[in-house]
């Protein structure tokens, strides 16, 4: 069956950067493009940027842009998602989700890595 | 950036009961609207894109409607596992936001 499976949890200190790995299985990789989305305590889900999985490209949230990379290998099926520049507010479990290149619908998701950021 | 505003923002409920979400857009998204429900400790999981399509595997007392900039999630018949969070999500324009979500809980 179709699976996405993160990393473990993750504690860092502020100023850090922290790399977030989801390995894919189930299906043809680069047939589809992965998210990366997260939940900080108490706040809504927040989409972060994704990947084409087949040609690389990469879109990120203006929020982000500059922190974050999205990158991915084929040969390991595998997206990777690094946050840079880590302040208390990164603290958040962290998800990727699989998204069809064309409508981002994401489906299904990975069971999510807790990143905390803390001194 | 699209905001989307979800109501309620919590809602308690019996077992049986009919629920309806509310889910607005900042601005006209056609029907590029996703539903997901979201347990504690649990990754999200998608009840519903493109507004009304029902995501395989997904019972048939959950369904969409809208279009535009406003958009429902209705629960036909309330079962014990339907306690959740839902959030809608817009898959319209970069960045993909999603509503603050709806906590409903057991009355």
């Known amino acids: 069956q179709v699976q996405l499976v993160q990393s473990g949890a993750e504690v860092k200190k502020p100023g850090a950067s922290v790399k977030v790995s989801c390995k894919a299985s189930?299906?043809?990789?680069?047939?589809?493009?992965l998210h990366w989305v997260r939940q900080a305590p108490g706040q809504r889900l927040e989409w972060m940027g994704w990947?084409?999985?087949?040609?690389?490209?990469?879109k990120y949230s203006q929020k982000f842009q500059g922190r974050v990379t999205i990158t991915r290998d084929t040969s390991a099926s595998t997206a990777y998602m690094e946050l840079s520049s880590l302040r208390s507010e990164d603290t958040a479990v962290y998800y990727c989700?699989?998204?069809?290149?064309?409508?981002?619908?994401?489906?299904?998701w990975g069971q999510g890595t807790l990143v905390t950021v803390s001194s | 950036d699209i905001q989307m505003t979800q109501s309620p923002s919590s809602l308690s409920a019996s077992v049986g009961d009919r629920v309806t979400i509310t889910c607005r857009a900042s601005?006209?998204?056609?029907?590029?609207l996703n539903w997901y429900q979201h347990k504690p400790g649990r990754p999200p999981n998608l009840l519903i894109y493109?507004?009304?399509s029902l995501q395989s595997g997904v019972p048939s007392r959950f369904t969409g409607s809208g279009s535009g900039t406003d958009f429902t999630l209705t629960i036909s018949s309330l079962q014990p596992e339907d306690f959740a969070t839902y959030y809608c999500?817009?898959?319209?324009?970069?960045?993909?936001?999603f509503g603050q979500g709806t906590k409903l809980e057991i009355k």
């Open positions: 989700a699989r998204g069809t290149i064309i409508i981002n619908w994401f489906d299904p």
């Open positions: 189930g299906y043809n990789f680069t047939n589809y493009a």
């Open positions: 990947i084409n999985a087949d040609n690389g490209n990469t």
């Open positions: 601005q006209s998204i056609s029907s590029y």
């Open positions: 493109a507004a009304s």
């Open positions: 999500q817009q898959s319209y324009s970069a960045p993909y936001s």
